[in-house]
């Protein structure tokens, strides 16, 4: 269904003349780069590292959990207008972007895996992959979306590779690095002032990631049980141990049998809260902490923003702070 529903709403394109073909070069608005950035955290680095020189936007919508995001004419268009592509890469975009891409016909798009480089971690059981390739380039042309490492079966994304990689501030640093290096191939006259936006920002992720590592070092715990297995990377980083509910897919509910196995394993841990993400459904956690007698916090995947976190300016390094807050609270860190 939702290839017919992507091939209806390309077709519906072409129709009313929506698809339009680029001219030669990057397009440009104002001389300012188009920059399509495919959900909340790629969208933030890259205005970050753009600033005045770009036009930011963002494909899937506040609220929408990217994992389920289908392409619709207005984002098909939105694409075929575009200079640049930014994506997480690492199977996060892999049941639409390839399409899409295809689909748009913009020969001069240049797409943009922000987890190149990155050691990529096996999700559900398959193999370490190592994706650094020393000198990390940007895409200067239409390419094929590599690392989209997700196949499906029985209507059930399985993936091969942990995509969570922006949720290690550190590992978030290489992503808005390998934007710089986009920005600049596709501006060369920006050089100076994406490399100092990028500096910037990086030093904010730089604090981040230190308090992070100073809170662990205080932890008396260090077992983080959570809905899904999207902490692979955080806790790769910090040298805590996450404790799924789920795998890295948000699709499906634990069996009964799954919930009695987590159960003992909080227990035999002595953990005392269950966390859930943002935009998922907190009833697995809830059911677990019950058992447990614990308490049910949030950890915030920053998949994409509420409207009340909209509302109130939060933003990515403000909402991993607030996960700072509550890893202190739920691992009793001095």
Not at 175 to 199: C, K, L
Not at 221 to 241: D, W
Not at 291 to 307: A, D, M, P, Q, R
Not at 315 to 327: C, H, I
């Amino acid at each position: 269904m939702k290839i017919l529903a992507f091939a209806l709403a390309i077709v519906a394109l072409l129709l009313f003349g929506c698809v339009s073909q680029p001219a030669a070069g990057a397009q440009h608005d104002g001389g300012k780069l188009k920059v399509v950035a495919s959900f909340y955290p790629m969208y933030e680095f890259s205005k970050s590292v753009g600033g005045e020189r770009v036009l930011v936007s963002v494909l899937i919508p506040p609220g929408v959990e990217p994992h389920n995001f289908e392409p619709t004419p207005s984002s098909i268009k939105q694409l075929s207008e575009a200079d640049i592509f930014v994506l997480n890469g690492a199977g996060m975009e892999h049941s639409w972007a390839h399409g899409l891409i295809e689909g748009v016909g913009n020969k001069k798009l240049a797409v943009v895996e922000t987890s190149k480089g990155i050691e990529l971690m096996a999700a559900e059981g398959h193999h370490h992959h190592d994706e650094a390739e020393g000198e990390h380039e940007a895409e200067g042309h239409h390419d094929h979306v590599e690392g989209q490492d997700a196949h499906v079966e029985d209507g059930h994304s399985h993936w091969e590779y942990d995509p969570h990689v922006w949720l290690s501030p550190k590992l978030a640093q290489r992503q808005v690095e390998n934007i710089r290096d986009a920005f600049i191939a596709a501006d060369p006259e920006g050089r100076e002032y994406y490399e100092a936006n990028a500096a910037t920002y990086n030093a904010k992720l730089g604090a981040l990631d230190a308090e992070f590592r100073a809170a662990f070092s205080a932890c008396k715990k260090k077992e983080i049980l959570i809905t899904h297995a999207t902490l692979g990377y955080f806790c790769r980083e910090y040298g805590c141990v996450q404790i799924p509910i789920e795998g890295v897919s948000h699709e499906g509910e634990p069996s009964p049998a799954g919930l009695v196995k987590i159960v003992e394993q909080a227990r035999g841990h002595n953990v005392t809260a269950v966390y859930f993400e943002s935009l998922i459904s907190p009833k697995s956690a809830q059911t677990i902490a019950g058992e447990i007698g614990g308490k049910v916090l949030v950890f915030n995947s920053v998949h994409g923003l509420t409207s009340e976190e909209e509302a109130r300016g939060a933003g990515y390094v403000s909402l991993m702070e607030e996960n700072l807050r509550g890893v202190k609270e739920g691992l009793n860190c001095g």
